[in-house]
Every structure is written in C-alpha cells, then in structure tokens.
C-alpha cells in the first residue's frame, strides 16, 4: 500500500476553480492507477476521476467530463484534481485512492487498496 495526503480543498462560489492534490508516500506509487472519489452528506462515495500507471489513461463520471482533469508527476509521487466551472452538486468530500492492480482500470472503489483521509470542497451558489 502506499499512504495518501489531500490538500487543496476550500469553499468557492459557483463557476470557480480548486486543484486537489494527494502527495504520495512508498516505492511502488509509480505502479499504482490512482483515482479520486467524492462522497456528498447521505450519499454513497461515487466516482470522480482516475489516471493509469504512466498517465496515458484517465477517464472520468459524466458528471465531471469536460471540467475536470487528473494528472500525476511520478517523479513528485503526486496525483491531482483540476476541477474548473465548479458546481453546487461538486459539494463533497473528495478522496484520493490508490489501485495496485496495474491496467485495472476500475472505477469501483473496492477495487482501491489505498486511501486518503479526504479534503471538503465547498461549492457555493
């Protein structure tokens, strides 16, 4: 497993931008697919974003196409979140998450091994 820490969460109004980041500890995290997931209050974890091994993969919910973008620096052991033209309905939680199966590409959060503590993002209208 590798340990996970997001930073860059806050509030901001609609139509704004935040960039999350999940700095990475362990040898192995250039292997991991990382992913991001979001949690609402008295919702279920949904998610959000994922990026491959080496960065050549991502893929993303609906929900987020064309707003968001996830990208990694391998060499800074770090994933990110650029999430642009933000909504209310962004409200939530926001996990980073790692999956050590290399080329899985799941979108299912059990299928990630490795979890982040969280950070809020706040969207207000």
């Known amino acids: 497993q590798v340990q996970l820490v997001e930073s860059g969460g806050g509030l901001v109004q609609a139509g704004g931008s935040l960039r999350l980041s999940c700095a990475a500890s362990g040898r192995t995290f250039s292997s991991y697919t990382m992913g991001w997931f979001r949690q609402a209050p008295g919702t279920e974890r949904e998610f959000v974003a994922a990026i491959s091994w080496s960065g050549s993969t991502t893929y993303y919910a609906d929900s987020v196409k064309g707003r968001f973008t996830i990208s990694r620096d391998n060499a800074k052991n770090t994933v990110y979140l650029q999430m642009n033209s933000l909504k209310p309905e962004d409200t939530a939680v926001y996990y980073c998450?790692?999956?050590?199966?290399?080329?899985?590409?799941?979108?299912?959060?059990?299928?990630?091994?490795?979890w982040g503590q969280g950070t809020q993002v706040t969207v207000s209208s």
């Open positions: 998450a790692g999956d050590k199966i290399r080329g899985r590409h799941s979108t299912w959060g059990a299928d990630f091994d490795s």
